[in-house]
């Protein structure tokens, strides 16, 4: 507008009001394109910057949505992941591997700053949620596709967390095969299995507990012993009884798996209604009280009560819905039990145990010199590749 102000009262009033309303029409615009930015968000559409890893490309039906950015996408997921499964001990360690990646944004003169690392290790966006503190918005489903799962995202945070220095012993069955399995050449007692401490890393090996033993505290590397197991089992060949007797041990377990599958939903759907029950009382608190201090504790626990729900739901939606397909699951497996080395292969710890348990009647006796006692196979199986001399076994010379 062209018009000359005056130096009168009158002139300088007109003025004023012009700019204040001027300042009112932006603060309006501003106010209505916050607005949009939160409809938008609670849509579950990011509209902020792209985290690394993402970028914007406009789909049709979404408009503009975040989409995995390659190379920068498998770099942040395997930072992630390599995080949860411990790959990466350490925070420092996921920051050495994005240095290490020439082409990574935010890599300044070689260096990667610790903030970067940590907000790629905490953005829920990467696990395909949107949160916003400035629209207070917690845990909506995204629309855009995840880099990374929520369970890994959950494993992430939860080792954020601990404060424990040394990391968790992982299940010790898991690191020895034949724990509780494999026996003592001279003495016939079960072996004990432990890690050991080398200089720069920890050894595993099984050795002999029984005081008076020849082999009392000598150390079996776990190498030696189940490799030497590893060939018994291959050598193993299943009767047609054994395969009668492995489709009802199949078909028990299955039976079990799915009960329990079914009683871990029932529990799961109840703990969301009571989280959505409480979240509602919660917020209802919210309205009654004008403390800030206590809104914003309200507040911290209504978003880790949405947390747990998503995580929950992810759960229940992982679970398998026919419970028919028991046949379609238990052919193939048939087909690998006709090979017990298959399964000893697959390292899976509870199908170990069932190989364990129908191959072997008198656990794995080990001498740590002369090596394995012939051992005892159960009737299921024939043992082709020791009789035809495909495994030899020094310890049958000595008992024979
Ligand atoms: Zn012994």
Sequence with gaps: MNFKFDETPEGEFIETIMAAQGALERKQNGRQVAQKMKARMQLGYWVHNAPVGFRY??????????????????????????????RFQTQAEVKRFLESKPDYPYVKDGKVRDKRVTDLLTNPLYAGYVCSEVYELNWLKGQHEPLVSMATFEKVQARLNDTGYAPARADIGEDFALRGFATCGDCGAKLRSSWSKG????????????????????????????????????????????????????????EGRLEHTKAAARSAKRKITEADTQIETLLSRIMRTNDDSIIGAYEKRIAKLERSKVLMVENLTKTPRKSNSYEAFLEPSLTVLSSPWKIWESGDANLRRIVLRLGFSGGFSYHRIDGPRTPEISLPFKTLGMISGGVKFNGAAREN
């Design 199 to 254: 200089k720069t890393k920890y050894y595993p090996y099984y050795l002999c507990h029984t005081k008076g033993c020849e082999s009392y505290g000598k150390s079996i590397s776990r190498a030696k012993i189940e490799s030497s197991f590893e060939e018994v089992v291959k050598s193993l060949q299943p009767s047609p009884t054994y395969m009668i007797l492995a489709k009802k041990m199949f078909k028990r377990a299955w």
């Design 57 to 86: 490309k406009t789909v049709k039906g979404h408009g503009k949505l975040l989409h995995p950015d390659e190379p920068h996408a498998s770099t942040v997921r395997e930072a992630i992941e390599g995080f949860a499964i411990r």
